[in-house]
Nanobody, 115 residues
């Protein structure tokens, strides 16, 4: 089992920045990759960014150049630095862990970009 706890969401103006955190606990040795997904009202959940245990990253085209995913292995935490935020980035952001035992999700954190 893997437990994920997200933090860092909130309300920000267009052009602003936020940093999301996802702390993992439990069977973290089994995690292959961790990522961030988001789901806007009326839309399907979509991949935002992913980082593998080896440090390889991948991003959705819509966030390339604006968002950065990183991890602190000592703290078992993954971060999503979001810059130049746009209203279309508004969504619930979910942390995901892809482990040998399956996929695990956090509870989600709301990000609202609005003036």
């Amino acid at each position: 089992q893997v437990q994920l706890v997200e933090s860092g969401g909130g309300l920000v103006q267009p052009g602003g920045s936020l940093r999301l955190s996802c702390a993992a606990s439990g069977s973290i040795f089994s995690i292959n990759a961790m990522g961030w997904y988001r789901q806007a009202p009326g839309k399907q959940r979509e991949l935002v960014a992913v980082i593998t245990s080896g440090g390889t990253t991948n991003y959705a085209d819509s966030v390339k150049g604006r968002f950065t995913i990183s991890r602190d292995n000592a703290k078992n935490t993954v971060y999503l630095q979001m810059n130049s935020l746009k209203p279309e980035d508004t969504a619930v952001y979910y942390c995901n862990a892809d482990s040998q035992a399956g996929h695990y999700w956090g509870q989600g954190t709301q990000v609202t970009v609005s003036s």
